[in-house]
């Protein structure tokens, strides 16, 4: 089987060897830059995902994920930022951006892997899903060529955005609890904080347009499509 490649972007070179070794181990292949504009410069679309710091030099990670994500090769890239900056605003404004998680140093080797591992089961995830294109107004998603359209234009979702949008659609009129959420979208052992599902979905409104306003809240319970 082919190894995932992996993508350590950190100007902490020690950082960057200790990653390697423990992602090498779990058996991905893994490459390390030391700055963004050094990344930028490499065959991005060919990595399965990026491991990003924020806090970097004349390029931020910032910089790297909006260049990222305007790039229709690699905007389907997950990235996961990585950053010395522990406050909910960084966290949120990672999220915002695209980023698929976020962890905060210091962290465990363990807690990298594990995130790592379910953020690319995630992308890898939905391959067996139905093969329909669902539908409601002029909003469409093919869940075989995981792409959407509003208008006969299409949205540049990020693969939690996707997988949050197909479970509305499928099952208008639900109200998913959170737990339901994590168990569809995030799925098993990692940690993922009741803020992180609230950001996802605040962007999946947002970029949706009108029909944002159908992804209701029930407080007290949680999130469905009302149509």
Same mark, same amino acid.
């Given at each position: 089987?082919?190894?995932? +490649? /992996?993508?350590?972007?950190d100007?902490?070179?020690? %950082?960057?060897?200790?990653?390697?070794?423990?992602?090498? #181990?779990?058996?991905?292949? @893994?490459?390390?830059?030391?700055?963004?504009?050094?990344?930028?410069?490499? &065959?991005?679309?060919?990595?399965?995902?990026? *491991?990003? !710091?924020?806090?970097?030099?004349?390029v931020?990670?910032v910089?790297?994920?909006?260049?990222?994500?305007?790039?229709? +090769?690699?905007?389907?890239i &997950?990235?996961?930022?990585?950053?010395?900056?522990?406050?909910?605003?960084d966290? @949120?404004? =990672?999220?915002?951006?695209?980023?698929?998680?976020?962890?905060?140093k &210091?962290?465990?080797?363990?807690?990298?892997?594990?995130r790592?591992?379910?953020? %690319?089961?995630r992308?890898?995830? =939905?391959?067996?899903?139905?093969?329909?294109?669902?539908?409601?107004?002029? %909003?469409?998603?093919? #869940? !075989?060529?995981?792409?959407?359209?509003?208008?006969?234009?299409?949205?540049?979702?990020?693969?939690?955005?996707?997988?949050?949008? @197909?479970?509305? *659609?499928?099952?208008? =009129?639900?109200?998913?609890?959170?737990?339901?959420?994590?168990k569809?979208?995030?799925?098993?052992?990692?940690?993922?904080?009741?803020?992180?599902?609230?950001?996802?979905? #605040?962007?999946?409104r947002?970029?949706?347009? !009108?029909?944002?306003?159908? /992804?209701?809240?029930?407080?007290?319970?949680?999130?469905?499509? !009302?149509?």
């Open positions: 089987m082919e190894k995932a +490649k /992996i993508l350590v972007v100007d902490e070179e020690s %950082l960057c060897e200790i990653l390697q070794f423990n992602l090498e #181990t779990e058996g991905f292949e @893994v490459n390390v830059a030391y700055s963004a504009e050094q990344a930028l410069k490499m &065959p991005l679309e060919e990595y399965a995902l990026v *491991l990003l !710091d924020i806090m970097m030099g004349a931020s990670g910089k790297m994920a909006q260049i990222m994500k305007q790039d229709e +090769k690699l905007a389907g &997950p990235i996961i930022f990585i950053t010395a900056k522990d406050a909910e605003d966290m @949120v404004y =990672g999220l915002n951006l695209g980023a698929d998680d976020y962890i905060a &210091p962290f465990a080797i363990r807690e990298v892997v594990a790592v591992k379910s953020v %690319l089961r992308s890898k995830k =939905g391959e067996s899903n139905a093969v329909t294109v669902l539908t409601f107004g002029t %909003l469409a998603i093919d #869940t !075989d060529k995981k792409n959407c359209t509003l208008d006969g234009e299409e949205l540049k979702l990020t693969k939690t955005e996707m997988e949050l949008l @197909v479970m509305f *659609l499928q099952h208008k =009129g639900r109200i998913f609890t959170r737990e339901e959420i994590l569809r979208v995030w799925k098993d052992e990692v940690i993922v904080l009741d803020r992180t599902i609230d950001v996802n979905i #605040t962007r999946l947002k970029k949706i347009g !009108d029909y944002g306003k159908y /992804i209701v809240t029930r407080l007290g319970y949680g999130y469905g499509f !009302d149509v």
